[in-house]
């Protein structure tokens, strides 16, 4: 979007602006939003191509927004019809005619492609209403899917920027730091270390100048928090830096962000230039006398850099490995200068927090964990998707509640928090609150947020290998518990996933693990065993069947799984036949088929083919 | 040596990066290069280590180091495969084994005839569309063994 942006000299400047575009706003023109982020990966751009379209040909006065996620990625592309609060799922461009005659011109909802509740099988008109947003609650995520990311206007609207002519007005750095303190806030990357201690070591340290760095590094498999506010809501990460770069008194600003994350990084460079033409960043924000600038740096496909001594190597030109802390990077980070560095989701809730006030956010969430946690929920759940709920909120309304449980109704088997630094948790802990201390007692971290759902058909010794395999891909090498440790970590789940382990490999596994969780020189090494040890401890019957019995209860590990045809079901179509590599099925047409085993090679060629549910997997 | 020697010229690209920002500068001008001309040239590494003034070794230590660059031309159309635990879960690696075989790649990346090279990436993000994979900026949802045969057979017809 291009907007013509000038230079605003002070904070009534600002308050003048953002009063004037509240005012503008005629609340009863129709204003669609549709994501532009996620939702392209569904067609959303070929929805909002028809609507821009249409709106054209019949010449109607409707704003069209390309927003943000809206977290409902399981009914992607999703778009809501404003002033109405009208919600729509999987919409085609052929749906897009029936909702400009209807929702637009008449205001009314088109009844098939609004939300249907599976429990009541009533539609749902309002995005409100629907239960995957109703047990939400929105501080990080609250302009995603709402507005323009790339319009520092429409931000500013909302509020935005107000924080920062806050801090930098009425408040001296000390009064920051001391707001965030008293929030509770913790860094959401995943270790959860109070905000407000950091920054207050930050501005303790001496050196010159003091970095401000910005993790979006977001490599936990499975996790897209940080992705969604970036492409959704970028100012709010530039805005939250910025006042930390003033609490801790840094001129410098770093983004680290992963490259894998394409809009993310154009939105965020957009961002920048346009918060830099206001002088909302750059010299002498809004004619305080603070100066601060922020660059962009692009990861380059390394899972530990998100590690925060390696994140430092990365940016600086060389290989991202990790070294020993003290010193901590608060103390000497970038080019040996006290660098302090916090994650998005972290930085996305200062403004909040200084608008409303410490007292405000320390009223959400539980005793050591205050505020709310973004999620990426996926994996075997129905409603997949972004979802903000309070901190102390049950796993199992999480799961279920929002949600909406398990697809195909199968049973739910392990939920898994922090990737491959995390935990599996079982379902008799699932009444268990998501907070810091609660998911370490059990084993668990909260991590960054991503959360994975496993049923019966995910098998518990398969899912650890994978998550070794790739700690053993992303381990830099340099600390031998971390790099030979895991890879014998690793070679044991092989072997039990095929069908070779011993009763004694599952000690060894143990004493491996603990060991390294001991020894580990970062992070990505101290946290590696837990998926094992997690996995030993609650779902040991899965370990002992693979090893005792050669079977695979979830019918996944494939040395101990066999292909067969059901002949009762079988109608001799030759589908399998025509798609099987190995040519290992045969039968006559309109006679049953048989697969030979010594042929097989287990590809599932002939399962996903199958239109009649002949071939079972045993 | 070799700015002169060097056949391919990024002339354009050191601009972006001055001569004094040295290391600092590295890890984006290497992503510019391959952005541009799909790998590292070992010509364009050269003109890097004068222009920045890092030796070549640090240079390829850092290439090494990450799994984004590529010192080998790649295919003209980039698979990326995802391998995040949703992808996993949902199948992810009977997918995988499909496209690799169905390709005759066989511990290769890049068929023989440049048309595909296969990246194992650790998540896109899109893990609402699990099992998934991108080809060029498109993606593909939702992935069956038979159903990536076809999408890849499109790709080759």
Known sequence: MHEDLQRINDTKDLQDLRERLKRERDKDKVRIRICMTGCRAHGAEEVMKAFEEEVEKRKLGVEIVATGCHGFCAQAPVLVVDPY???????????????????????????????????????????????????QKKIVLRNCGEIDPTSILQYIERDGYAALAKALN?????????????????????????????????????????????NADEGDPGAFMDRAVLEGDPH??????????????????????????PIAVEHLKKALQDAQALGLLGENILGSGFSFRIKIKKGSGAFVCGEETALIASLEGRRGMPRPRPPFPVQSGVWGKPTCINNVETLANVAPIILNGGKWYSGIGTEKSKGTKVFALAGKVNNTGLVEVPMG?????????????????????????????????????????????????????????????????????????????????????????????????????????????????????????????????????????????????????????????????????????????????????????????????????????????????????????????????? | MSVQTSAIDISHLLERYPSHEGQEALMGLLQDIQEELGYLPVGALETVSSHLNIPLSHIYGVISFYSQFSLTPRGKNIIKMCMGTACHIRGGQMVLEEIRSYLGLDGKDTTDDRLFSLEVVRCLGTCFLAPVMMIGNKYYGKLTTAKVRKILKNYQD
């Open chain 1, 393 to 618: 909120i049950t796993l199992k309304e999480v799961v279920f509640a929002v949600g909406g449980g398990i697809p195909d109704q199968r049973a739910f088997k392990a939920v898994l928090t922090g990737g491959p630094s995390g935990g599996c948790i079982p379902e008799d802990l699932l009444d268990l609150p998501v907070d810091y201390e609660s998911l370490a007692k059990v084993g668990a971290i909260m991590g960054s947020g991503g959360m994975i759902v496993a049923d019966d058909r995910t098998c518990m010794v398969d899912l650890s290998r994978f998550f070794m395999d790739f700690i053993q891909d992303e381990s830099c090498g340099k600390c031998v518990p971390c790099r030979i440790g895991t890879k014998r970590m690793l070679e044991i789940l092989i072997d039990v996933c095929n069908g070779r382990g011993t009763v004694e490999d599952l000690q060894v596994l143990e004493d491996l693990a603990y060991s390294i969780k001991d020894s580990a020189l970062c992070g990505l090494g101290q946290t590696a065993p837990n998926p094992v040890l997690t996995t030993l401890k609650y779902f040991k019957d899965e370990y002992l069947a693979h090893i005792e019995q050669g079977t695979c209860p979830a019918k996944v590990c494939k040395a101990l799984i066999q292909y067969r045809i059901i002949p009762d079901k079988c109608t001799g179509c030759g589908a399998c036949l025509k798609v099987c590599p190995t040519a290992a099925i045969t039968g006559e047409k309109k006679e049953v088929h048989d697969i030979a085993q010594e042929k097989c090679i287990k590809c599932g060629m002939c399962y996903s083919t199958c239109r009649f549910e002949a071939i079972e997997v045993v």
């Open chain 1, 236 to 261: 709010t990460a530039i805005e939250g830096m910025t006042i930390a770069a003033y609490a801790i008194g840094a001129s410098e600003g770093y983004v680290y962000v992963r490259a894998e994350y």
């Open chain 1, 170 to 214: 009425e408040m001296d750095p000390e009064a920051v730091i001391g707001e965030i303190a008293s929030s509770g806030l913790r860094g959401r990357g995943g270790a959860g270390f109070p905000t407000g201690r950091k920054w207050s070591f930050a501005r303790a340290a001496s050196g010159d100048p003091k970095y401000m760095v910005c």
């Open chain 1, 85 to 135: 609060g009208i919600f729509y799922g999987s919409v085609s461009p052929d749906d897009v005619p029936e909702i400009i005659s209807e929702t637009v011109e008449k205001g009314k909802p088109v009844e098939r492609l609004l939300y249907t509740d599976p429990a009541s099988g009533k539609t749902i008109r309002n995005a409100r209403d629907v239960p995957f947003y109703k047990n």
